[in-house]
C-alpha cells in the first residue's frame, strides 16, 4: 500500500502543476496584451489556445509556464519537497521540443520558424 500511495501522490500532485503552469501562460499573455482564446483539457493534460501576438511576446507566453514551475520548485523544496520535485519535472518535460510543447514552440520562435500558438 505504501509503494501505491509514493507512486500515486506525484501523480495526484501533477494536477495542481499543470493548473499552475497553465496560469502562468494565462498571467504572461495578460501582461503581454496577448489575448486568450481558450483554456481546456485533452488527454495530454491542459493547454491554453492564445491569438498570435508579437514574436516577443509568443517567447514571454511559452517560457512563462515552465519558469512558473521552475519558480515553484526552487520556492517549496523545503516545505513541500514531492510538490518541487513534480514542478521540476513538469518544467523539464515541457521545455523538451516535442510536438506540441512549449519546447517546440519556443524553438520554432528562436529559429525564427512559424509557431502556432
Not at 507512486?7 to 502562468?24: F, K, T
Amino acid at each position: 500500500m505504501a509503494f501505491l500511495f509514493s507512486v500515486l501522490y506525484p501523480m495526484l500532485l501533477g494536477i495542481p502543476a499543470m493548473l499552475l503552469h497553465e496560469s502562468g501562460h494565462i498571467m504572461a499573455a495578460w501582461v503581454c496584451g496577448v489575448k486568450v482564446k481558450k483554456v481546456g483539457l485533452s488527454r495530454t493534460g491542459l493547454y491554453t489556445v492564445r491569438e498570435a501576438g508579437p514574436r516577443w511576446a509568443n517567447i514571454c507566453v511559452s517560457l512563462a509556464g515552465p519558469l512558473f514551475n521552475l519558480y515553484l520548485a526552487v520556492a517549496l523544496q523545503h516545505i513541500a519537497p514531492t510538490f518541487s520535485w513534480v514542478n521540476y519535472v513538469a518544467c523539464m518535460f515541457n521545455l523538451l521540443p516535442i510536438r506540441n510543447s512549449d519546447g517546440s514552440r519556443l524553438l520554432a520562435l528562436i529559429t525564427h520558424e512559424e509557431a502556432t500558438a
